[in-house]
């Protein structure tokens, strides 16, 4: 078998582009999809005080995670590839360097949002920060 390639996903379009990437360019790896639930993300609202909202909010998260797992192992129908799905909680960079750290994957294949200038220093970017803090080679598809 080919490379452990982890694909960070989103639900983005580029996130979408980065797995075509790799069904294209390692057509025998092993890919991880990976989705990060960020806590941060239910908010602060009146609702988020109900002790049963943030489970109620963490069950929706997972569910999309799955619809969205079920979409993009679709764009694998005719590969060899092999495919693993994982939920983690927490801050996306934290959680895609932790993963590969922890988790003996080759490279890193993901999106980026394509921001540029005053949005992009605003803003950040988690993949120049991936970039930046990867024990492993990082690919980033626009």
Known sequence: MGKRILVPVDG??????????????FGDAEVVLLHVVNPAEAGYSA???????SEEWYK????????LF??????????????EREIEVGKPIRVIVEFAEEEAVDQI??????????????????????????????TVVR
């Open 12 to 25: 983005s379009e580029q996130a979408h582009r980065a797995f075509e990437f790799v069904a294209e360019e």
């Open 47 to 53: 609702q988020a005080s109900i002790p049963s909202f």
């Open 60 to 67: 929706s998260e997972r569910a999309a995670a799955e619809e």
């Open 70 to 83: 079920d979409e993009i192992a679709a764009l694998a129908d005719g590969t060899d590839l092999s495919i």
């Open 109 to 138: 294949v993901m999106g980026s949002h394509g921001r540029s200038g005053v949005t992009r220093i605003l803003l950040g970017s988690v993949a120049e920060a991936v970039v930046r803090r990867s024990p492993v080679p990082v």
